[in-house]
């Protein structure tokens, strides 16, 4: 990954987008397509469409989602201190001690997720998993007054936004899901693009809502009407203790890309997928689901009267955590994939399994 692309990733990750409050990333996506795009629109659900080429007759999508889980304001109590929803599915315990920032209209706040010391819980607190009910953020309010001259109700909160690189070309951070598929979609979109004339139309789309029910696919892939499409996001790294393999497979970071097989996967689009990462010696993991799988490629395959759909993934250790860990040689191939997928697009071709 060249220093302007890792620059452009640290960018997305270190810019807030949870749930239904997306507009500062995709203030970056729109300024990322501008020079690359013929056209770059916003729908009013939020998703930001890039379009190459739009008139073909063959029409590709590529959707990553800009949105993480995080949280909402939800109570101030009578001292100041803030109680919160989450939006999308959060491990409450990741949030124990967490340094964490509320966005407000005036600007960004400050806070730290607080519970009661272990030293006053009780024998029997101690043996229970926190609830969100029991933590609280403290922004160091006087009172609620106080409180209440900084932050509203409705606000929403993420945990500290910062990257970091580890050895080895890992890096660890808050939303690698999905701000790194976000990332590899539009530089795949890119690189398609800078390679010359385009042998379709070439949408590219980031979605909004994904954490709370795939919504933004929904919307985008209806307006563009894709006849093909493919998601990007991640998948679970199972290259660390604890997990079972033989449950959840053998993906590891550093082993390219994971192309997805099973029911939500057309089986053309998948062999079109192995065959680009063979001819250009792009390392491919396969993975299995036997099931619609709990990402954009969900809905895109059932958008209308159906698309071809496929599913690409980058391993990500800890997902859903404060430290999602990926190996960002794993994005970088995955984009070569996925433009190489797009360049291969050529002729009439036959979806129908």
């Known amino acids: 990954m060249d220093t302007s692309a890792r620059d452009f990733l640290f960018r997305l990750l270190e810019t ?42 063959t029409r590709m999508l590529l959707a990553g989602h800009c949105d993480q889980i995080g949280l909402i ?36 706040v400050p806070g730290v997720m607080s519970r009661k010391p272990i030293h006053l819980l009780t024998d029997e607190e101690r043996k229970q998993v926190p609830k969100m009910k029991d933590l609280w953020i403290d922004i160091g309010a006087a009172d609620k007054a106080d409180c209440e001259a900084a932050v ?39 690189r398609a693009v800078a390679a010359g004339p385009l042998p379709c139309g070439l949408f590219v789309a980031s979605t909004v809502q994904e954490e709370i029910g795939l919504r933004g696919a929904q919307t985008s892939s209806h307006g563009v009407d894709p006849h093909v499409a493919i998601a990007v996001d991640v998948t679970h790294a199972t290259d ?72 690409v993934s980058v391993p990500n250790r800890y997902m859903h955590s404060a430290v999602e860990t990926v190996a960002l040689a794993d994005a970088d191939r995955a984009a070569d994939l996925l433009a190489a997928f797009v360049r291969g697009l050529e002729g009439p071709i036959d979806w129908a399994p």
């Open 73 to 108: 304001v939800q109570y101030i109590d009578g001292d100041g201190f803030i109680s919160v929803q989450p939006i999308g599915g959060w491990d409450p315990i990741q949030l124990v001690g967490a340094r964490v920032t509320i966005w407000t209209a005036a600007g960004p």
């Open 240 to 311: 660390c203790p604890t997990i079972d393999k033989k449950s959840e497979g053998d993906v590891a970071l550093g082993r390219g890309p994971v192309v997805f097989r099973g029911p939500n996967m057309n089986p053309h689009v998948v062999n079109r997928l192995l065959a680009a990462g063979k001819a250009h010696d792009i390392p491919v993991q396969l993975a299995a689901s036997g099931r619609a799988t709990p990402t954009d490629a969900n809905v895109l395959q059932t958008t209308r009267s159906g698309v071809a759909t496929g599913l």
């Open 152 to 190: 509203r109700v409705g606000d929403c909160v993420t945990l500290e936004l910062k990257a970091q690189e580890l050895r080895n070309g890992r890096a660890c951070s808050v939303a690698m899901d999905d701000k790194i598929g976000l990332w590899v979609v539009l530089e795949a979109f890119r």
């Open 16 to 57: 807030p987008s949870p749930s239904g409050y997306e507009q500062p990333i995709q203030r970056l996506v729109r300024e990322y397509l501008g020079p690359v795009a013929d056209a770059v629109t916003t729908d009013s659900h939020g998703n930001v469409i890039g379009a190459k080429n739009a008139t073909a007759s």
